[in-house]
C-alpha cells in the first residue's frame, strides 16, 4: 500500500520561509508544491533554489486548491489571523509562526474552526524540539531537580528590530513557551515594565515577571539593545539547580548538585541556614535540527491524526501571557491576573 503524499504550501518567504520550504521539502513523503508571498524578487529566490515548486503573490490560489492539504504561514503577526482562519475555513491544516495570532479572541476562533473542521493546528514552537528542551523536560519530568523554585531567562542581543511588534512579542514568545512546556503549573499573575527609545512607541528593551499558582516564580529580560548576544536561562529547584547556555556549542546544560535547606528551629529569628554543594555535570544533548524535526512531527500528526503538544491551546496560553504581559506595559507594571 502506498504512503500518501502530503501537499504543503507556503505563505511569506522572507527571513524564516526560506527554512520552512527547506525542511518540510527534505521530508520523505512530503511536497512543498507552492509557495505564495507579495514580493516577486522573494519568489524569484524560490525559483532559483526550487524549480519544480509552483510561485504566487496571490494567497487564494492556495486557499481554493484542492491539491494542498496544509499551508504554512510565515508572515508578520499581523496577517496570521486572517491566512490562517481561510485556510481553515477551506478545509488545510495550518503551521503557523510564533507568535500564534495577535489576541487571545482570535487564538480561540482559530481553534474553534480546526475542531469543528478536524483539522491540526501546529504553532512553530521551534525550541520544544532542540535537543537542550527536551533534556531540561526530561530531568524536569523525572524530578531531577525537585520542586521548582524559579524559572530565569535572558534573551538580549543588538536588533533584529520589528517593525510591527516590540521586543516582548517578538522574543518572549520563545520563553514562554519553552516555560510553558516545561512547567506543569498555572499561571496566575503578570507583570511588566519596559521601555521605547527610538519615538516609534515599540519597547526596544523589557523584564516580565511571572507569578504561578504555587511558588514558582519566573522572569524574562529582553532587549534589542545589547552591545552582546545572551541566551541563558537558569532553573532553580529543591534538589539541583540547572543552567542552559544556548549559545555554548558544547556544554549547553550544565546541572549543579546544589541546594539550601531552611530549618525553624524555635521561632522566626532561629532560622537554620545549610548550603549544600556537590557536583556539576553536564548531560549529554542530542545534536538535531528542530526546526526538521518539528515538520516531521507536523506531518506525522496529520498522516496519524494526532493531537500535538504545540497546538493551538498551546499557542493560545502563550498569546494569554503576552496580552497581560502587554496590558501591565501599557499601566506601568501593573499586575494583570489571568
Known amino acids: 500500500m502506498m504512503q500518501r503524499v502530503l501537499n504543503i504550501a507556503v505563505v511569506g518567504f522572507g527571513y524564516w520561509g526560506p527554512n520552512i520550504v527547506r525542511n518540510f521539502h527534505a521530508i520523505e513523503g512530503t511536497r512543498v508544491i507552492s509557495v505564495c508571498d507579495r514580493e516577486s524578487t522573494a519568489l524569484k529566490r524560490v525559483k532559483k533554489s526550487y524549480p519544480s515548486i509552483q510561485t504566487s503573490t496571490d494567497f487564494n490560489k492556495i486557499i481554493y ?35 500564534f495570532t495577535s489576541t487571545v479572541a482570535q487564538a480561540e476562533k482559530l481553534i474553534e474552526l480546526a475542531d469543528k473542521k478536524n483539522l491540526k493546528i501546529m504553532v512553530d514552537h521551534t525550541f520544544l524540539f532542540t535537543g537542550a528542551v527536551r533534556k531540561i523536560k526530561e530531568l524536569v519530568d523525572n524530578d531531577i531537580l525537585g520542586d521548582l523554585y524559579y524559572y530565569d531567562s535572558m534573551r538580549v542581543n543588538l536588533g533584529l528590530f520589528q517593525h510591527d511588534i516590540n521586543v516582548i512579542w517578538d522574543l518572549v514568545p520563545h520563553d514562554l513557551s519553552i516555560m510553558d512546556f516545561l512547567i506543569d503549573e498555572k499561571v496566575d499573575a503578570i507583570i511588566a515594565s519596559g521601555k521605547p527609545h527610538f519615538g516609534n512607541e515599540l519597547e526596544d528593551i523589557a523584564f516580565i515577571t511571572v507569578y504561578f499558582t504555587n511558588n514558582i516564580i519566573a522572569h524574562f529580560n529582553v532587549n534589542w539593545l545589547s552591545p552582546v548576544k545572551v541566551r541563558t536561562t537558569l532553573i532553580g529547584g529543591e534538589k539541583r539547580m540547572l543552567v542552559w547556555n544556548d549559545l555554548d556549542a558544547d556544554e549547553k546544560i550544565k546541572v549543579y548538585d546544589k541546594g539550601v535547606k531552611v530549618e525553624n528551629n524555635e521561632g522566626i529569628y532561629n532560622l537554620l541556614v545549610s548550603y549544600r554543594s556537590g557536583d556539576m555535570w553536564a548531560p549529554k544533548v542530542e545534536q538535531t535540527e528542530a526546526l526538521r ?25 502563550v498569546i494569554k501571557m503576552l496580552e497581560a504581559s502587554n496590558k501591565s506595559l501599557k499601566n506601568e507594571g501593573k499586575m494583570v491576573k489571568l
Open 293 to 317: 524535526a518539528e515538520a516531521e512531527y507536523f506531518v506525522d500528526c496529520i498522516l496519524n491524526d494526532k493531537t500535538p503538544f504545540n497546538d493551538g491551546h498551546a499557542g493560545l496560553r
Open 65 to 99: 486548491s484542492p491539491d494542498i492539504d496544509a499551508v504554512a504561514i510565515v508572515t508578520p503577526v499581523s496577517a496570521h489571523y486572517e491566512l490562517a482562519k481561510k485556510a481553515l475555513e477551506n478545509g488545510k491544516h495550518i503551521f503557523v509562526e510564533k507568535p
